[in-house]
């Protein structure tokens, strides 16, 4: 079955003006798109190709598999972890995740800190992303490049932040940290609240 842009759950304007309307239309309508039809391809020539037993042409479908399927999940998770300031947007995370976040990082601006001078400094393109670590049992920030590198198997998104200059040149320009600054404004914390309270029941 092939995949399909899911909608974006506010108005593009909805979150200005931390996100500009215009960088919201263009993000979700042609670049998320984008990685959805490019992991539509994707799959559909690794089926061909181990159709044809032409397993060079699998392992670079699988590595494109892994571009566009990340580019797809990230920016699904993505949407959903903004919301309009004061309307979901902003303040602090509560109940778990909060205790978590102490257990792990301190305290909330201890937390802010890091995640913002680890989305700050991705060499390129790439995401902050906040993820509880089955296999550690903790939470941690990293960074990933691309849409899927430097990433511990197994890591399940709680709350991640794009910074791809796609995300935030319109607007910001050059001005990637002033970007990151805004996007606490529109952090939905009910939503990785409740990614949280899912993946922490995560095995593996
Ligand atoms: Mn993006």
Redesign the pocket.
Known sequence: MPYELPPLPYAYEALEPHIDAKTMQV?HDL??KAYVDGLNKALDGLAKAREANDFAAVQQLSRLVAFHGG?HS??TI?WNNLAPAGKGGGGEPGGELATQMRKDFGDFAKFKAHFSAAAAAVEGNGWGVLAWQPALGALTIQTMMNQQNLTILGSIPVLML?V?E??YYLKYQNRRAEYVTAFWNVANWKDAEARFGKASKVTI
């Open positions: 993000h670049h998320h580019g990230n920016h993505f794009d791809w796609h995300a």
